[in-house]
């Protein structure tokens, strides 16, 4: 958590955050902008953090601070921050992080300025991507002997008070230059989620920038999808992939929303209106991927739990605890792919998606019931029956578990309960 202040040390350690980072500046202008301190002055305030962090510590535990995250681009700025590099070592902080906030820097100033530290032991970085260097930078830390480096998901970040700058390095791009470069790291790039296998989401108003998670979408499906959320401009969309009957036999993703009952009376025109309804209304309903035409070629329902009356009356979703609460469940019901789409590998991407954005909606856990067997045996095992295609829009045990779900209990021959906790 980035602390600049007591008062955010407080929060952070009522919290129980066990990691926090000071961030400060190189240049007198940055400083007066981001902690609206002089240069001097936001030491001044460092000071009784980096002591009340140390001696707290075991409120606290495995505690790094990390200073300066700085901009790097030029010479100046990097003599600026030379001067006090040690003082904010002898400080306490057990860290500091170099970092390019603006996204200017080029690897040879990279190397300058690593280069005037007679040790990296206790040096990280932290670079934005705004001219596409973030990588390179990476390298040329990592060259001069540096192992701590700054990514986030998918390319996320960005910094308010210089418009132009992008987000940091995508962690996806550093895992998959370190993978070629031999470098363990601890992250399976095929379970990274987001952007495993190459997520990118449209819902936040932007695509995430990570080049490798793209290249990893287009060569494992043969499509550059974006996935986005079902909203009233998305709508559209979503009644063309699903087409007159609604997906199947007018169904239009009400089948989990409405009693047996309910639904056979509301086949077809009705259904399709209810759903509509929802999302008028701003419900989550579920996600789509769309080619780089725009056009829907995905569609996964993914929703909180209680949102499917059925579900409640169904054995094959009871919960391994009838007391359990289930209000911050999420289910994934059902998946539906384009002919043209079929056989690569969208369903896997789309369930990926979904995980992210029941995490974002403030799931604990999400959950399906996908099917085990096909062709009215049972499954031997988690792999190679024949398919049935009537069973598959609930998803296949096989791509769940692949994707981080665990296997709560067999229901019957042929379905299974799978859940994945997000928190």
């Known amino acids: 958590m980035l602390v600049p202040n007591e008062r955010g040390l407080d929060r952070a350690l009522a919290a129980g955050v066990r990691h926090i980072a000071i961030f400060g500046s190189a240049t007198e202008t940055f400083a007066n902008k981001n902690l609206n301190r002089t240069l001097d002055e936001q030491f001044a305030m460092f000071e009784p953090v980096v002591s009340r962090a140390r001696t707290e510590g075991p409120r606290c535990p495995r505690l790094r601070v990390d200073v300066l995250r700085r901009p790097l681009g030029g010479a100046r700025r990097a003599g600026a921050g030379g001067v006090r590099r040690h003082a904010v070592l002898d400080m306490g902080c057990s860290q500091l992080s170099l970092g390019d906030t603006i996204g200017v820097a080029t690897p040879g100033q990279v190397e300058a300025v690593i280069g005037g530290f007679p040790t990296v032991d206790n040096l990280a970085v932290h670079f934005h991507d705004t001219y596409g260097q973030a990588l390179s930078n990476t390298l040329a830390a990592l060259r001069c002997g540096v192992t701590t480096v700054d990514s986030s998901a998918g390319g996320l970040g960005g910094c308010p008070y210089a418009e132009s700058a992008t987000g940091n390095l995508a962690t996806e791009d550093l895992v998959w230059m370190l993978d070629g470069l031999g470098i363990q790291h601890g992250v399976n790039l095929t379970r990274w989620s987001p952007p495993a296998r190459g997520w990118r989401s449209g819902w936040g108003g932007r695509a995430r920038p990570g080049r490798a998670g793209t290249g990893r979408m287009s060569a494992g499906t043969g499509l550059d999808v974006t996935v986005v959320a079902l909203t009233e401009q998305t709508w559209p969309a979503l009644q063309e992939l699903l087409g007159p009957q609604g997906g199947a036999s007018g169904c239009w993703c009400m089948w989990f929303r409405r009693t047996a009952n309910e639904f056979k009376r509301n086949k077809g025109e009705s259904n399709r209106e209810a759903l509509g309804e929802l999302v008028s209304s701003g419900e989550p309903v579920g996600l789509l991927a769309l ?45 539906f792919v384009d002919r043209t789409a079929r056989g690569t590998g969208i369903t896997r991407s789309l369930l990926d998606a979904a995980v992210t954005y029941a995490a974002e909606h403030g799931a604990r856990c999400i959950e399906g019931y996908p099917t085990t067997a096909f062709g009215g045996t049972p499954a031997p095992g988690l792999g190679g029956e024949r398919k049935q295609v009537s069973t598959l829009y609930h998803g296949t045990l096989t791509m769940f578990l692949d994707a981080g779900f665990e296997l709560i209990g067999r229901r019957g021959i042929k379905r299974a309960l799978v859940r994945r906790e997000l928190r």
């Open 291 to 335: 080619d780089a035409g725009g056009r829907a070629v995905g569609w996964v329902a993914v929703a909180p739990r209680l949102a499917h009356i059925r579900l409640d009356r169904s054995a094959v979703a009871a919960p391994p605890d009838p007391r359990e609460d289930l209000s911050d469940v999420w289910s994934v019901t059902c998946f």
